[in-house]
C-alpha cells in the first residue's frame, strides 16, 4: 500500500554518521532529593481538565514569531487565542483571531482601522483533552499530522505565578533521499525541520510586545517576556541549586494522550549529570539538534531530521544502530526570571514503517512516547510549590 503525499519534496544530504548518534551519557553521583515539603493547597491531585481550565483557559493574546529551519525570522503576528469556558465548566471552545488587514490613522483625533478574522478550531472537555496531554506546569498537544504531511508537535510552559505562557510548535515535512526512484511516493526516508512558531501570550487586554513591556517599565508585570538574559545565567550559582518539582509522564506506565502525570517527586537538579542540565547545553547533544535561544529566557531544541524505522537512510550514512533510534526527544526551557525555571521535554516516535504479510507498507501514526517537565526555584527565600498532578 502506497500513498503520494502533497508536499514539496526535500532532498536529503548526506552528513556523516556521527552527526546523528547520540552521545552516551551517565551521572557520576545520584541526584540529591533534601527539598521542601509542598503547600498541600497546591499538592492536591486533580483531573487533567481540571488542571487545563487551571492554567490554560482565557484571552490569551501572543505575539507569534514564526522562524525558518535556518532560524531566520519569517514573520511576527500579533494574535487572541481563546479558550472560552462553558456555563456548566465541562467543555471549552478553542478559537484563534487574526488581523487581515489594517489602516492607521493620519489625523490626531482618527483611530487606527483593524479588519480580523476568527477561525473556529474546535472544543475540547473533561475526558475529550484529544492529543492534549498536561504534565505539570507544561502542556503537550500532538504530534498531529496536518493535511499537508507535514508533522507538528507544540510545547508549551505557564509560568507558576504570572499571567503568561510559551507555546512552541516544531513542524517537520516529508522528505526522500536524493537517489529515491519515486520521491513523493509511499512513506518519507525522513522528516526535516521545516517551521518553529513561538507564543509568547498573556492573560491580558493586548499581546505582549517588547515595546508595550518597555512602557510598562516600572509597573509589576509577571512575567516579563523580552527581558534580556545573558548566556552566563543558564548556569549561574549565585544563589544555590535548582529546586523543585519534577513530573513524568509516559507509555510505558500506562500513560495517554489527553492525561496528565502520575509520576511528581521533590528533586535538586545534579550539575554533575549532563542530561540533568540539559538546558546548559544550548546547541543540544548532537549535530542533529536544531537549537535557538531567544529573549525572555527562552531556549528551543528539536531534532532536524527524523528518520524512517526502517533504518535505509541511517544506513547509507554509515549508521546502521539509527534502525532502533526512532524515538526523538525536543524540549523547550523558559528561565522566566533569575529565580525561576521552568522546563518541557517530550519524547515522540515518527515514521514507523509497518510491511504487512503481501509486502504492502504503511506508516503508523506519530505518538507522543513520554513527557518530562519541571518547575525550578533557587534561593530560600521563594516558594516552591508545584502544580497540579493527576491521580
Known sequence: MTSRVAVVVAALVLLPASAFVPRQRGCTRPARSALRSADPRWATAADPWDLFKDLHVGPWWGVWETYDQIGDKADVSEILFEAELSPDGEMARLRQTVNVASVAADCETCHDSVETKTFELGAVGRGKLAKNTLVGPALVTGPTVLRSGVMSTELALRHPDGDGR????FQHAPAW?????????????????????????????KAPTAAREQEAEGKDLVPRFWRGVPPFKWAEFEFGNWRGQSWRWSTEDG?????????????????????????????GDDENTWHLRLPGGLLLQTPQRLFNSNGSAAQQLGSPEKESSDVYEMRLAWLAEDDVLLRCAARV???????????SVAVSPPKLEAVAADNFARGETRDTRPFYAAP
Open 255 to 283: 500513560g495517554e494522550a489527553g492525561g496528565g502525570a502520575s509520576k511528581k517527586r521533590p528533586r535538586e537538579l545534579d550539575f554533575e549529570c549532563e542530561p540533568d542540565v540539559w538546558h546548559e547545553r544550548f546547541t
Open 177 to 205: 533521499q536524493r537517489d529515491n526512484p519515486n520521491p513523493g511516493v509511499g512513506p518519507p526516508d525522513a522528516l526535516d525541520l521545516v517551521r518553529v512558531t513561538v507564543r509568547r501570550e498573556a492573560l491580558r487586554s
Open 166 to 169: 510559551v507555546r512552541v510548535t
Open 349 to 359: 516516535s515518527a515514521i514507523q514503517t509497518i510491511i504487512s504479510d503481501d509486502d
